[in-house]
């Protein structure tokens, strides 16, 4: 693993030890990648859902083809 070292104010620092004590975390750094990877998995649903949205936007505009079209046009 990489080492990444943050600052944060007193005050935060100490809310951020509260909270990991309060709900078990083992260590800061287990708090920390858990934030990050929760942080991502959400930009990632975001946009997912905004490519379905696109999606169905360019199904009601007759934008897209069926699954069977595109098996049949492309030997698949």
Same mark, same amino acid.
């Given at each position: 693993?990489? !080492?990444? !070292? ?8 100490? $809310?951020?030890?509260? %909270? ?6 083992? *260590? #800061?750094? $287990? %708090? ?6 929760? #942080?991502?998995? !959400?930009?990632? !649903? ?7 949205? #696109? *999606? ?9 083809? *069926?699954?069977? $079209?595109?098996? #049949? $046009?492309?030997?698949?």
């Amino acid at each position: 693993m990489k !080492t990444i !070292t943050i600052k944060l104010p007193e005050q935060e620092a100490k $809310e951020v030890d509260l %909270f990991i004590k309060k709900h078990n975390y083992p *260590s #800061k750094s $287990e %708090f920390i990648r858990n934030l990050i990877t929760e #942080k991502m998995e !959400t930009a990632l !649903t975001k946009k997912a859902m905004a490519d379905i949205n #696109k *999606s169905i936007l360019e199904v009601k505009q007759g934008r897209s083809i *069926s699954l069977e $079209e595109i098996e #049949k $046009e492309y030997g698949i």
